[in-house]
């Protein structure tokens, strides 16, 4: 093995699209209050986020979650599912593997926040 192979990516590195976000790529309507929510999340993964430290108990990490459910749910909705799962982040609450849903239960109206506490709560 020479100097410069030890260096090399592993094949498997080199599938994976260097410019990839941590965060939900997927196809989603960007609308303004979806920017907005989206932009605040990543403008504390980019700052406050590296003092906080590694401290999420949950996959994806809550800011992670925050920005994936208000990119898939919009502002309301996504606000409430990323505020009540940062809620069961603290101590006595969930951990373990927590994906955003894809899609809403009927019974998630937008006058009745206090239901999005439900989405989550049997993490793995």
């Not at 980019?46 to 502002?75: K, N």
Request: charged content about 20%; glycine content about 12%; hydrophobic content about 35%.
């Amino acid at each position: 093995m020479t100097w410069s192979s030890a260096w090399r990516l592993p094949p498997e590195r080199k599938l994976m699209n260097p410019k990839a976000s941590r965060n939900f790529s997927g196809p989603w309507r960007r609308t303004p209050g979806r920017l907005l929510g989206t932009s605040l999340i990543r403008l504390y993964q980019l700052t406050l986020s590296g003092f906080v430290g590694h401290s999420c108990r949950h996959l994806p990490t809550c800011s992670e979650y925050g920005y994936e459910a208000i990119a898939r749910h919009g502002l309301w909705a996504g606000g409430w599912l990323a505020l009540f799962r940062v809620a069961r982040c603290g101590p006595g609450g969930t951990r373990g593997l927590d994906p955003v849903p894809e899609e809403l239960a009927p019974r998630f109206r937008w006058y009745l926040p206090w239901r999005y506490w439900s989405v989550g709560r049997h993490a793995a």
